[in-house]
């Protein structure tokens, strides 16, 4: 099998979308959208740049993305993407964390609204979504503070990652990152996951 994931993943849901995630599974912001019916005004807002966090008239909450403001974006983005199709790219994905540290430094941030954080069984996760899993080697939702360049090959197919490492992600030659280099991240991309299957544990927060 080559590499292999943690034995966790983790996922930070909102607390006021948690009874539609137990029903319907992790939706993508896309595939929300796509679900939702939403007038085209509330479609335009949520698929930009989301400055603030927006409640969606079913009463989901989608979250800012503070972290990647758009000029912040564009300095750090392959030749050919622009902030745009970043957004369209991460609209499209259901992302889990893979490192508990940095998990509970996102808890700390999220901490002005309630949270469900869910334990995940990565690897059970992954065989079910093998088509479309993939691993990034840096948290994609941030461009602040020296981001590092990004594009379409930040996102490797997990089966590539098992098997040579880092090697899709490097551009025009450059070397790879080292193969002991962890993934941050564990990527769904498509409408959703049925994530129930795979809970292993759940914790609530309150907001602070």
């Not at 972290?67 to 957004?87: I, S």
């Not at 949270?115 to 461009?143: C, K, M, R, S």
């Not at 997990?158 to 564990?186: F, I, K, N």
Request: charge should be positive; aromatic fraction near 8%; glycine fraction near 8%.
């Amino acid at each position: 099998m080559g590499r292999r994931l943690p034995a966790e993943a983790f996922h930070i849901a909102e607390a006021a979308n948690w009874l539609v995630i137990r029903r319907e599974g992790l939706l993508s912001t896309d595939a929300l959208l796509r679900r939702g019916g939403f007038a085209p005004e509330v479609e335009r807002r949520v698929r930009a740049y989301r400055a603030s966090g927006i409640d969606l008239p079913n009463g989901i909450h989608v979250r800012d993305q503070c972290p990647m403001p758009p000029a912040a974006l564009a300095r750090c983005l392959d030749a050919g993407l622009d902030p745009d199709d970043w957004y369209r790219l991460v609209n499209e994905c259901v992302f889990f964390w893979i490192d508990r540290e940095r998990v509970e430094r996102h808890l700390r941030a999220l901490q002005r609204r309630p949270q469900v954080l869910l334990t995940i069984d990565a690897e059970a996760l992954a065989e079910a979504y093998a088509e479309t899993a993939f691993v990034t080697p840096f948290n994609v939702g941030a461009a602040r503070r020296k981001p590092a360049r990004r594009g379409l090959r930040t996102f490797v197919p997990l089966a590539s990652w098992r098997r040579d490492g880092w090697a899709a992600e490097a551009v025009g030659g450059a070397r790879p990152r080292s193969p002991g280099h962890p993934p941050s991240e564990l990527v769904i991309r498509g409408g959703g996951v049925d994530v129930m299957r795979f809970v292993r544990a759940i914790r609530e927060h309150a907001a602070a």
